[in-house]
Structure formats: structure tokens, C-alpha cells
């Protein structure tokens, strides 16, 4: 019970401060301030040179610069050395012809891992699970998503889920399922009586006072 306990009281939560490291990785030594005034993708996998972590490595690697496009990096991490992170992204390249761009922290005592809830003891004693984290340029934690072991994520999702929250960010609006740049974003509802009867009134396309979309 106390593992329990201790693993879900240092879960980050969204909308709160992402938590601060200072880390190894395969372009030095990186701190969460490093990245302030950018948006940052940190994503864990469970180790090196495991087939389904390589497809990941491979597709985050050919969007780099898409996510670089929207003032967003990428840092990888696991549980593993950075000379063996350094020997697979070299083998990537070798094998796959796929330079890898963005560093990967080195996390052999499990201290990022440990302190954003990397570690699912129910997956895995040692290896960090498929955890994605997107933090915002102020450092602000906004989306977590957590993939099982046996299932590689999808990166085109990650940059989608990315460009949904800048843009409700630039324009107060809220975006509905499979959101796509070009379509129709969501209006907040109004809370109070007398804004919910002059909403049908607003030149939105309504379907009723709570649910209004337009063009951006």
C-alpha cells in the first residue's frame, strides 16, 4: 500500500508546475529551465534497441521539424546509459538511414522516471513505461498521455494534440474530436442566463446555447 501511495503522490498533474530535473542526455546536460519559452514533448520508452521504441524514435525523428515549426522540442528518455543511447541512435542511422536529432536522457537512478510517474510497477519494475508530456513554455504541464509497453504511440497525434492546445491557447476556443487545423473550432458556452439566450444571435453555427462552433 505504501508504494501505492508514494507512486501516485508524485504523479504531475496538468495545470501545475512540471516537474524541475537536471539530467544526462546525448547533447549534454539538460534542465527543464533550458526550455522555457518553448513548448516541450518529453517522452519516455522502455528501453533501448526494443523493436516497437525504434518505430517510435524513427517517426518522432521525421517530424522533428514539424514540432520545431510550432516552438516545441523534443527530449527522449530511459532507463538506460547514455552509451547505449549513443550506440542506438547510431545504429538507427546505420540501419535505418534516420538520424535522430533530439537528446535522450540518460535515467539509470530513475530520477525523472520517478518524479513524473514514469514507473508502473504493474508494467514494469525497471522500465519506464510509454509516457508522453507536453509542457508549455512556462513550464506548465498540459497533456499526459501513457501507452502500454506492447503498443508504440502515435506521433502525428502528439503533434495534433500540440497544435489543438497553442491554438486554444491564441484564441480562447476550445477544439472538438480529431480537431484538424482548417476546421471549425468550439466557443465556449456562456454561463450566465441571459448570454445563453443571445448566443443563438451571435452569427456562431449553433446547435443549441452550449454547443457553438465558427471558423477561425
Known sequence: MENTTEQSMTM??????????????????????????????????????????????????????????????????????????????????????????????????MDVAKAYGMIHPGAADTSAVRATFIIDPEGIMRAMVYYPMTNGRSIDEILRLLTALQTSDEHGVATPENWQPGDKVIVPPPAETAAAEARMNEGYECVDWYFCKKDL
Open 12 to 109: 504531475p498533474r496538468i495545470n501545475e508546475p512540471a516537474p524541475a530535473f537536471t539530467a544526462p542526455t546525448t547533447h549534454g546536460v539538460r534542465t527543464l529551465e533550458d526550455y522555457k519559452g518553448k513548448w516541450l514533448v518529453l517522452f519516455s520508452h522502455p528501453a533501448d534497441f526494443t523493436p516497437v521504441c525504434t518505430t517510435e524514435f524513427i517517426a518522432f525523428a521525421k517530424r522533428n521539424d514539424d514540432f520545431q515549426a510550432r516552438n516545441c522540442e523534443l527530449l527522449g528518455l530511459s532507463i538506460d546509459s547514455h552509451y547505449s543511447h549513443v550506440a542506438w541512435v547510431r545504429n538507427i542511422k546505420e540501419k535505418f538511414g534516420i538520424e535522430v536529432p533530439f537528446p535522450i536522457i540518460a535515467d539509470l537512478k
